[in-house]
């Protein structure tokens, strides 16, 4: 669960959102449009960046973990990778979400090898392993990412932008390894694809004007949609299928 209690935030005394309170005890998809603060917002959740007020994960204040600890709870996918080691492979990249378990100064444990393993089978990728990250389409590196958060065992998976860039037949892939993961992790959605947030259907957080906005229903209303996003707005009969 997270609960967010006065929370503001912002760069450079700009503030990008002022004094949102809400519990989020379920999934959430979160939207609004560019600039308004959806990538900052995921970036405070995962103790990336400055704010006031308080996050509360599971009953105790987010500022309050240490970094492992808050490893343990939250995973962060951002929307693209960047390259710190162009000749990694993808193999020891998904070890890599072992770190937060890892004990000090050791190698990862055999577990941690079978961990990794278990999801580069899981995403189709145990025959990419020794290639380098830098060699995999923008598919193949998307679904290295989750593998990756799912390898680190957090209990919350904090999607941002995750279809970004990607053809149609990948996208379609991503989502439905998103929706399952709502069966075993509680998930964040951050996207532009108003189709994509109607597949997954969780509940809403719409950012607007420094303000969060919270549906639990009839957000994708079609008069609802055409009024948060000021531009008409006809059925989403494309979806996911």
């Given amino acids: 669960m997270i609960e967010l209690s006065r929370l503001s935030l912002g760069y450079d005394e700009k503030p990008i959102l002022q004094d949102i309170s809400l519990i989020i005890d379920s999934h959430l998809n979160i939207l609004g449009a560019n600039g308004s603060g959806k990538s900052t917002l995921a970036k405070a959740f995962c103790g990336l960046l400055d704010y006031t007020g ?23 996918i951002p929307t693209k990778l960047e390259f710190y080691d162009e000749f990694i492979t993808l193999a020891e990249f998904v070890l890599q979400g072992r770190f937060a378990h890892k004990e000090s100064f050791l190698d990862y444990s055999d577990k941690d090898r079978s961990i990794a393993s278990a999801n580069l089978e899981l995403f189709g990728l145990a025959h990419l392993k020794e290639q380098t990250l830098s060699s995999l389409s923008s598919g193949e590196t998307a679904l290295a990412l989750i593998a990756q958060a ?3 065992e957090s209990e919350i998976i904090i999607f ?28 964040v959605l951050i996207t532009h694809d108003l189709h994509l947030a109607h597949y997954i259907d969780s509940p809403v957080l719409f950012l607007q004007e420094k303000k969060a906005h919270y549906f639990t229903e009839n957000f994708f209303e079609d008069d609802n949609l055409s009024s948060l996003y000021d531009v008409k707005i006809q059925s989403l009969a494309v979806q996911y299928a």
Avoid: F, G, M
Avoid at 55 to 76: G, P, S, V, W
């Fill in 160 to 187: 941002d932008e995750p279809t970004a860039n990607l053809d149609p037949k990948n996208s379609k892939i991503i989502a439905e390894h998103i929706k399952n993961l709502k069966q075993t992790h509680q998930t």
């Fill in 150 to 152: 799912l390898t680190q």
């Fill in 54 to 76: 308080k996050i509360i994960i599971d009953t105790k204040n987010l500022k309050a973990y240490e970094a492992k600890e808050r490893a343990k709870k939250i995973a962060y």
